[in-house]
Every structure is written in C-alpha cells, then in structure tokens.
C-alpha cells in the first residue's frame, strides 16, 4: 500500500480484556516499530522488529504485551488482561532497507480506550 | 529529567509569521535528528531529517542542530493555517533504531 495502515482506529474495550492491533506497514519495508502515544505526550518506543525477528522488545510495559510479526510483514501487538493505564494511541511505523537509522514512516495509529 | 525536552506550548502567532520550535536532549550519543508534525487523530508526519550538526533546509522549513549545545531547532517561513498542528522532535542513537521523542509542541497559525 501507499502508507502504513493500522486497525482498528478506534478499540474500546473493558479492563480485562484482551486486544488485538494490527499493523500493515509500507510494501518492502523490513523495519517495523510500536510506539505508545498517552495523550499529551510525544510517542514512546514499545518495540521493534526486523523481517520477523524481534530485536528490541525493551519499551514493553509488562508481560502482558506481546507483539509478532510472523511473516515479515504484518504485525500484531497484543495486549492481555487491559488496564485502564493501556489507554493511548499504538502507533506503528515502518522504514526500509536493514541499515539503520533510516526514516520512520507512521501510520494513524489505534486509539485504545479501556473502560 | 527526560532525554529529550520540548516546550508543549501552546504557541499561537500570526498568518506570516517566522516560528521558531525548539528541543534540547542530554544525552550526547544522539546523532540523528528529525521533525515530524502530527495533525489532530492522524500518526506524525516526518518533515526533516538530519544527522549530526549543521542546516538543512526544504521550503519553508530550516532544522538546525547545535549538538555543541544540544539543541534543535525547526524554523517555519511564511506560515500559514495549514501549519497548526503538533510538532515533535525525535532523536536516535547511530546504531539503534527507536526513536525517542519530546512531547511536542501545539501550534496555531491564526489567518
């Protein structure tokens, strides 16, 4: 596609829970990252993968997120058992090429409310 | 005290106007820099990107890095309406590929 997709756009779910989010990135991009955005703020790192490997995971909160991206390209972050504190925006973003440091392009993002 | 530190504003100034949006960070391993502006219920959008110190400009937008200081800046000309939005400054490491942010900084244009 033109950009990175996510859904769904908007998720609201009842603390407990678990939720899914989905991430299409940029066609051919190998890099691809979850950022959580609390409102108010500037995005914080949750992970990141390169093809299907998970090679930093250190910006998960707890052990009840998740994240895969089997194929090497569509990813899945999931977040088990939800607390009121999940509430944010997830963001996924995608680059290309395995040299880092390239440009990170985001998509919308998922809006998370948990009740 | 964070990594990275940007004003959240709100900044409001007048159609034409030169804006100036600053970051400071302390973490002195940062050599990549980037803007990125963020419109209301939509995922940032990047303007710049530059590494290491110096200016780059593209239209109306100049990113300047003083890593001497450690300071960023984004200097918008001319602005106009279309600009308001939020703008983040975003920083890595070489080697390393997440970003950190500042929190971002609320701009209106008013006509």
């Known amino acids: 596609g033109a950009g990175v997709s996510q859904s769904p756009r908007y998720k609201v779910a009842k603390r407990g829970q678990d939720v899914a989010l989905r991430c299409d990135p940029i066609?051919?991009?190998?890099?691809l990252f979850w950022y959580q955005q609390a409102l108010g703020q500037g995005p914080e790192f949750l992970t990141y993968?390169?093809?299907?490997?998970?090679?930093?995971k250190s910006g998960l909160p707890s052990d009840r997120f998740f994240a895969e991206r089997p194929e090497g390209s569509v990813s899945t972050l999931k977040i088990q058992r939800t607390q009121q504190e999940d509430s944010a925006v997830y963001l996924c973003a995608s680059s290309g090429g395995h040299h880092s440091n390239q440009p990170q392009h985001f998509g919308d993002g998922t809006r998370l409310s948990i009740l | 005290q964070k990594e990275v530190e940007q004003d959240p504003g709100p900044l409001s100034v007048p159609e034409g106007a030169i804006v100036s949006l600053n970051c400071t960070y302390s973490n002195s391993a940062f050599q990549y820099f980037m803007w990125y502006r963020q419109y209301s219920r939509k995922g940032p959008e990047l303007l710049m990107y530059t590494y290491s110190s110096g200016n780059k400009e593209d239209g109306r937008f100049t990113a300047q890095v003083d890593k001497s200081s450690k300071y960023i800046s984004l200097f918008i000309r001319d602005s106009q309406p279309s600009d308001s939005a939020t703008y983040l400054c975003?920083?890595?490491?070489?080697?390393?590929?997440?970003?950190?942010f500042g929190q971002g900084t609320r701009l209106t244009i008013n006509p």
């Open positions: 975003a920083m890595a490491i070489q080697g390393a590929q997440k970003l950190v």
């Open positions: 993968f390169q093809n299907e490997a998970q090679l930093d």
């Open positions: 066609s051919g991009h190998v890099s």
